[in-house]
């Protein structure tokens, strides 16, 4: 900077300076240098007499380009000049790298939601026939699939039909073809997919129409090409297309129109089978033959038109004969049981072509007699439901509702309802668990205080009641009473242990009576591990084999103690022999409980004996009262009449007349005094005679018949109190 201070310097001034240097003069540093200055002795450079303008051009040029740089270094990217000074290389060279790291991120995305595993699995669940525990077919459900196909096993003609009619450029493109795109939009026929394209579609995506799931199908396909050789992508989708008539996959489809392995298929078999691809169901040829054999002609004309066939060979070729073989498929593809069943069994299969023939716990005989009960059972417009279990859970008959036709909804497994005073159970085994006897008296009053004031049934009150008396008659006051002695946090964790999982708030006193809504199998699976003594049991339909000794050591059960559960079963024995279940009583030993919700809305009744745990529910599936109906009725009668069946209990046999009568013996009335009632068998069927005439009633049926003087008259019957 010394030689420009200089240089101005002297150019300013206009006067000759201290060195003598006249003003306007450009001094430069070897002008102004003294002339015998020359002590060093050496040589110097000898000045040109033309200054070096390029030179100082350029070096100026490079200070101008430092100058540059350094404001390019102050610029920050939200600043527009930051943007506009980047070369076109840098541009190119960032977006290079954006394509590569989007390319990684969805090879990536691919890999987790797309995984290349998926295209061997059948997209449909293959067939699984399901057997009772006597190997009876009970029913099948899910499709027919069979095992994949092996391109190079194929005759041509049958690879040479689907390339002709769906994808006649298949080994060319790479994965998407624009020019059958072009074609089809300038035909207007076909969708101008490849087959890559609906490989990845009916294996990845849903069936949505939108231009997303076009691109995710494409880029599917991309991934699908890059990955997979053009025979294993065609082998995939030969095996998991569907072709009509529940039949998914070449082989299936080969099996049941033709009966004949796909390896052997005649020309015109494959091509008709390569017809059904664009609608299966409308061109399966067992019931629309004549659309099928349309359909199999434009294919071979497209295979003469590719040269796959000459037009002599195409005019020589036969129509194809379907031979449908019968392969015992009249089992039902729905059942309560099956359609509770099956999902169950899909969780530990694996994916897998092969059909499945699984052996459940249902028997038969058991399953018979509780369809036989319940269609006879004098329900009305209601609905029912039953569910008998083993005591270890395993589930031996189910019924959902009147009519699987009508109604495929299980009531059983599905329908959450208010379980009543069955409930009760668990209040009272509380209480045992926390001390209480049988024996012990509880207040069975009116509750007169707080905001919740259940009533007895018939408004019967005494001072004092004991528990088992309560049980046995149903008292609701005295249930809410001795709920709130226990607390409510120890019945809902003795429902827990049982293995109740619904919902109930503490501090609830309306849950004495059975008010947290649940599934009958719920409820029934509790009485299981009540009979069983060891709970909570899981209901289940496929046997299950022993413990190992870790499972054994890992699963927690929980049981009564001995006093604990005699006193229980006591109490249940006393409801079913001499309380509000009277019309379940069997001459074994037995145990259950009633339960009526309010209104009239659900019948319960739920109890065990011998090896046999069984629920009945009846009601509206609107939640509409019923008629009078009660858990001490006709659910009663349902149990009564399938726990008779299914332990082969007998009647009990008539008593022998005899020959010397006891006189000390009980009074036997000889006469029927006025508007006594006599009992007509053990289904409720009741007759009354009074002096104006004589009724005929049953409970459960809304009406009652009276023959008088007047005639036969038919009128609605009384409705009865629920007893609980």
């Known amino acids: 900077m010394a030689l420009f201070d200089r240089f101005w310097k002297g150019s300013r001034t206009g006067a000759p300076d201290g060195a003598g240097t006249p003003a306007g003069f450009f001094p430069l540093y ?25 030179t100082w051009d350029a070096k100026l040029a490079g200070i101008d380009d430092a100058l540059s740089v350094a404001e390019k270094k102050r610029l920050r990217w939200w600043q527009r000049e930051y943007w506009r000074a980047r070369s076109k290389w840098w541009w190119t060279g960032r977006g290079v790298m954006a394509a590569l790291a989007l390319f990684v991120t969805l090879v990536g995305w691919l890999t987790i ?14 067939q699984v026939t399901l057997l009772a525990s006597d190997g009876t077919p009970i029913a099948r459900q899910g499709a027919v699939v069979e095992a994949p196909v092996k391109v190079k096993d194929l005759p041509p003609h049958v690879v040479q039909a689907f390339l002709a009619i769906e994808d006649r450029r298949f080994y060319s493109h790479w994965g998407i073809d624009p020019r059958g795109i072009a074609r089809a939009a300038w035909t207007g026929y076909g969708g101008g997919s490849t087959i890559t394209q609906q490989l990845a ?89 004549d659309k099928a054999k349309k359909r199999m002609e434009l294919v071979i004309q497209s295979m003469v038109d590719e040269g796959y066939l000459t037009a002599a060979e195409a005019k020589a070729l036969p129509d194809p004969r379907i031979d449908v073989r019968t392969r015992d498929d009249n089992l039902p593809t729905g059942t309560y049981f099956a359609d509770w069943a099956l999902p169950l069994a899909r969780e530990g299969m694996d ?57 495929p909804f299980n009531r059983a497994t599905q329908a959450r309802r208010q379980p009543g005073s069955t409930f009760k159970t668990i209040v009272y085994l509380a209480a045992l668990e926390n001390g209480w006897e049988p024996d012990d008296t509880i207040p069975n009053t009116p509750i007169t205080q707080g905001s919740y004031r259940p009533k007895n049934a018939r408004e019967a009150y005494s001072d004092q009641i004991t528990l088992e008396n309560a049980f046995a008659q149903s008292s609701n006051v005295a249930a809410v009473r001795l709920f709130q002695a226990v607390g409510s946090d120890k019945v809902i964790r003795t429902a827990r242990r049982l293995g109740i999982t619904a919902p109930m708030t503490e501090g609830d006193p309306s849950l004495a009576l059975g008010t ?157 005094l006025e508007g006594g009632e006599i009992p007509l068998g053990q289904d409720g069927t009741s007759l009354k005679v009074d002096e104006g005439g004589v009724t005929l009633r049953q409970d459960g049926v809304p009406v009652e018949v009276r023959v008088d003087e007047g ?11 629920p007893p609980s």
């Open 711 to 721: 005639g036969v008259v038919v009128k609605p019957a009384p409705a009865p109190t």
């Open 30 to 54: 070897e002008s102004t240098r003294p002339l015998d200055d020359d002590d060093d002795g050496e040589p110097r450079p000898r000045v040109s007499a033309t200054p070096d303008y390029d």
């Open 351 to 407: 994916a897998s072509y092969s059909r499945q023939v699984l052996a459940t716990t249902l028997d038969s005989r058991l399953q018979a007699l509780a369809n036989r009960i319940v269609a006879r059972a004098p329900i009305g417009g209601a609905q029912v439901a039953l569910v008998a279990m083993r005591r270890n859970g395993e589930v031996v008959a189910m019924v959902g509702g009147r009519d699987y036709r009508k109604s």
């Open 113 to 126: 939601t797309a995984p290349l595993s998926k295209s061997l699995e059948p997209i449909a669940p293959p």
């Open 201 to 289: 579609k009916f294996t990845f995506l849903t069936p949505e129409q939108s231009l997303s799931r076009k691109a995710r199908e494409a880029l599917i396909a991309l991934w699908l090409e890059s990955w997979l050789t053009k025979d294993e992508i065609l082998e995939r989708y030969l095996s998991n297309a569907y072709f009509g008539d529940n039949q998914y996959g070449l082989r299936a489809a080969s099996l049941h129109y033709f009966y004949r392995q796909p390896e052997k298929l005649r020309p015109e078999q494959a091509a008709m089978l390569a017809g059904l691809l664009q609608a299966p169901s409308r061109f399966a040829p067992t019931k629309h033959y």
């Open 516 to 672: 947290s809504s649940m599934t009958l199998m719920e409820l029934t699976a509790a009485y299981a591990g009540i009979a069983a003594n060891e709970y909570p049991v899981e209901p289940h339909a496929f046997a299950r084999g022993d413990q190992g000794f870790w499972e054994w050591m890992t699963t927690r059960t929980d049981s009564m103690s001995s006093g604990t559960r005699e006193d229980l079963e006591g109490m249940l024995r006393g409801a079913i022999n001499r309380g509000t279940g009277r019309n379940a009583s069997l001459p074994i030993a037995n145990y259950g409980k009633t339960g009526t919700t309010q209104d009239y809305r659900d019948a319960l009744f739920v109890g065990y004996a011998g090896d046999l745990v069984v629920g009945v529910w009846i009601g509206n599936d609107d939640n509409a009262p019923l008629n009078g109906v009660t858990g001490g009725s006709t659910p009663a009668r349902i149990w009564r009449d399938f726990m008779r069946g299914a332990l082969k209990i007998e009647a009990a046999p008539a008593p022998m007349a005899d020959d010397t009568p006891d006189p000390e013996g009980p009074i036997q009335p000889l006469d029927i």
